[in-house]
């Protein structure tokens, strides 16, 4: 059984930053690529940012420039660095691991709980 579980979220002023933090847990042979996603009240799940087991980075447009996500795959977790953060930004934040659970067996998508990312005055 593979868990994710998330960590750092909070309540930020504009122009603040948050870090989040995600570790996997379980019994697993390897992890793929980690992304972070989020989604707003009343809007679809986004993609924030993600990366390969190798630190190749994506990120959406909104964010780049801002946000950094890196990976410490010694201790199978997932980072995003979050600055100047704007009230656009409020939403549940959620990663996801791409894990194989034995060596003969193929990858499957994991998802986190997620945590509330809340940016306000």
């Known amino acids: 059984q593979v868990q994710l579980v998330e960590s750092g979220g909070g309540l930020v002023q504009p122009g603040g930053f948050l870090r989040l933090s995600c570790a996997a847990s379980g019994s697993f042979f390897s992890i793929n690529a980690m992304g972070w996603y989020r989604q707003a009240p009343g809007k679809q799940r986004e993609l924030v940012a993600d990366?390969?087991?190798?630190?190749?980075?994506n990120y959406a447009d909104s964010v780049k420039g801002r946000f950094t996500i890196s990976r410490d795959n010694a201790k199978n977790t997932v980072y995003l660095q979050m600055n100047s953060l704007k009230p656009e930004d409020t939403a549940v934040y959620y990663c996801n691991a791409e894990v194989r659970p034995s060596y003969s067996g193929s990858y499957s998508l994991y998802w986190g709980q997620g945590t509330q990312v809340t940016v306000s005055s």
């Open positions: 990366i390969s087991r190798r630190h190749v980075t």
